[in-house]
């Protein structure tokens, strides 16, 4: 049985862990909620950008459209983005999105394709590079930015269009959380490149009108699939973020918590141990007396 | 007039302006056009510059900084790359934002700066337009 002050020890360092997780949790809620008002105020642009986006794909097809529309015409090498959070101490946050990559990976492997990684964020890099750190071409490194918006999106579109300018992939696939609740994120496939109308959209009736294009076709194209690419990527990092706070806030939560039930499980064993060891004491006086 | 135009304007951050309006005047690459309700479907690029919201005799000016314009039979959706009412805009801070970033612009010593410095002065610079008029 160990001694008093031992149990003292325990008692006070597990308090100390417990005001942290409080802390943590705290302002975990503060961040979540300007995260998630910034990750809902800009699911309307990622919604009617698509929109658009499908309307043109539909006008525009054959051999005119653009690359990034049209594709390399193969899918031998596949790019996978996988954003991730910088810090930890955020549950299964990571290793949701991590899995459903490395599911990802298994598949397009054993379908005999080359895989790629670009990793945004350290977390998941560290995890994806136990068994995958060969594929990892590029790491965009997030931490530097205090506040997720314009500047980090272009940052992750240019390295995703510089290597396929390069020609060193064929396909383009954004893995993310999708901020649903604090307490629920879903992990999400989204294909970049090449573009695609999402599911379940589709091009307005134009009631036998004819679509007009200014200046033409072709160079509206050009300038709004990049946007297009901006777009997506902003979003699926403001979905990322918010569900990190969200996902941070519930693992702090069950910390503090954790942390209460084990104060109020020492606090009980030390109590009888104090009340063990006055007994103890008690018989030695009294049968100490006894025997004068 | 009875009908209205159903119009969006949304950018990357937010959405600034979802409901029913009278007419949209939109800065095109090609020259500013109108949108009536029942316009004609198009598809434009814009270029920097302020788009005017007319809705029931009063008129709201934003100022666009590139993006799309798209009508379609159900209204007019404009993307922005960026997006900032002319109302919330102090002309006075724009000139001395203009300043700083032409400082910027010749105290530039990298290509990448110059750039960044350029593109910052050209923002201003069409802000500073959209005021004027």
């Given at each position: ?13 597990v308090k100390s862990t417990q005001k942290i997780t409080k802390a943590m949790q705290m302002v975990a809620a503060a961040k979540l909620k300007r995260a998630q ?48 959070s910088e810090r930890g101490l955020c549950g299964g946050f990571n290793t ?27 977390k ?55 901020f649903?609740s604090v307490i629920s994120q ?55 973020q918010a569900g990190f706070y969200g996902a941070q806030m519930s693992a702090m939560d069950n910390a503090t918590r954790n942390a209460g039930d084990l104060i ?29 | ?133």
């Open positions: 049985m160990p001694s008093l002050k031992e149990f003292r020890n325990r008692i006070a360092s008002s910034q990750a809902e105020a800009a699911r309307p642009y990622a919604e009617r950008m698509s929109r658009v986006i499908a309307n043109l794909a539909a006008a525009v097809q054959g051999d005119d459209a653009p690359a990034l529309l049209r594709g390399a015409g193969k899918d031998q090498v596949h790019l996978l983005v996988v954003m991730t949701q999105i991590v899995r459903a990559a490395r599911e990802r990976i298994d598949e397009l492997l054993s379908a005999g394709k080359t895989v790629k990684i670009l990793a945004v964020g350290k998941g890099r560290d995890q994806l590079r136990r068994l995958h750190g060969d594929k990892i071409v590029t790491f965009i490194d997030l931490s530097g930015f205090r506040n997720i918006g314009a500047d980090a999106s272009n940052l992750v579109r240019s390295a995703v269009l510089d290597l396929y300018e390069q020609g060193e992939f064929d396909v383009a696939t954004l893995f993310f959380s999708r649903q879903t992990p999400t496939a989204l294909q970049l490149i090449p573009a695609r109308a999402p599911e379940g959209v589709t091009p307005p009736d134009l009631k036998g009108a004819i679509y007009e294009y200014e200046p033409n076709e072709a160079e509206i194209l050009e300038a709004l699939l990049p946007q297009y690419l901006n777009g997506q990527i902003l979003q699926a990092l403001l979905e990322n109020r499980k020492l606090t009980l064993r030390y109590n009888r141990q104090r009340q063990a060891n006055i007994t103890k004491e008690l018989i030695e006086i009294i049968s100490g007396a006894e025997a004068l | 007039m009875a009908d209205k135009l159903s119009f969006a304007l949304v950018s990357p951050e937010r959405e600034l302006f979802n409901g029913e309006v009278d007419q949209v005047v939109v800065p095109g690459s090609e020259g500013e056009f109108g949108v009536l309700p029942n316009h004609s479907p198009v598809m434009s690029v814009i270029r920097p510059g302020a788009l005017k919201v007319l809705s029931d005799g009063a008129e709201r000016r934003i100022f666009v900084n590139g993006g799309f314009a798209d009508v379609t039979p159900e209204g007019l959706t404009v993307l922005a790359e960026e997006a900032i009412d002319l109302a919330d805009i102090d002309a006075a801070q724009i000139e001395q934002e203009l300043k700083n970033a032409s400082e910027d612009l010749r105290d530039a010593n990298s290509d990448a700066k110059r750039e960044a410095a350029q593109r910052a002065v050209a923002r201003l610079e069409s802000i500073r337009a959209a005021l004027a008029r």
